[in-house]
């Protein structure tokens, strides 16, 4: 929609304003297709609130791990890089859906609800997220070249199993609430 705004306040819609001149001329020819970009604030999302604490101490024992808290790192490998998954949270992108193009009664405006398109597209998003999150905790795993390395890595991987174990459950616990019935849907589109 070339010129069109988005109500925030209570229901979502996407709005196009009619010129004047072109008031009872216009009428909604299909479905009105959205794309938006979305930020999202995580605070608001408390239906991840157990996956973001078990997530953040996560963070704080692989920090400790780094600084040398559980031996010296030479010799071990612990590939980090794609444990940066529910950073992408916030920086949703974009999204893209088809919603009901609607005339209003006066002719004035064309609107599209926007929050069930929205709140799936969402959904779906954070899915996805919470999947390549579970993914790369799993993966975490700690390995050595030597005597000595083989010996701090297996000690990684002791102090890691309990931790990511408890990732694993919250993100099992969060994935049914963004499935099309669940409650993290409204949460995403009030985000």
């Known amino acids: 929609m070339i010129g069109g705004s988005v109500i925030a306040s209570g229901t979502k819609q996407a709005v196009l304003t009619i010129p004047t001149a072109l008031n009872d001329k216009v009428s909604p020819n299909g479905a009105a297709q959205i794309d938006t970009n979305i930020t999202l604030t995580v605070a608001d999302l408390t239906f991840l609130t157990g996956t973001l604490n078990a997530v953040n101490n996560l963070s704080n024992l692989l920090t400790d ?10 010799g071990v490998t612990l590939d980090l890089t794609t444990v940066n998954h529910l950073n992408n949270l916030e920086n949703s992108g974009s999204a893209q859906f088809s919603a009901n193009a609607v005339l209003s009664p006066d002719g004035t405006d064309i609107h599209a609800d926007m929050d069930d398109g929205l709140g799936l597209v969402l959904a779906q998003n954070v ?17 050595g070249s030597g005597i000595c390395s ?23 616990l969060a994935l049914p609430l963004v499935g099309i019935v669940g409650s993290g849907v409204n949460q995403l589109a009030d985000a």
């Open 65 to 74: 791990i780094v600084d040398g808290s559980l031996g010296s790192l030479t």
């Open 127 to 143: 899915s996805s997220l919470l999947q390549d999150l579970k993914a790369a905790v799993d993966a975490l795993h700690a390995t």
């Open 150 to 172: 083989n010996l701090v890595a297996a000690a990684i991987n002791t102090a890691l199993l309990p931790v990511k174990g408890t990732v694993d459950t919250a993100i099992n």
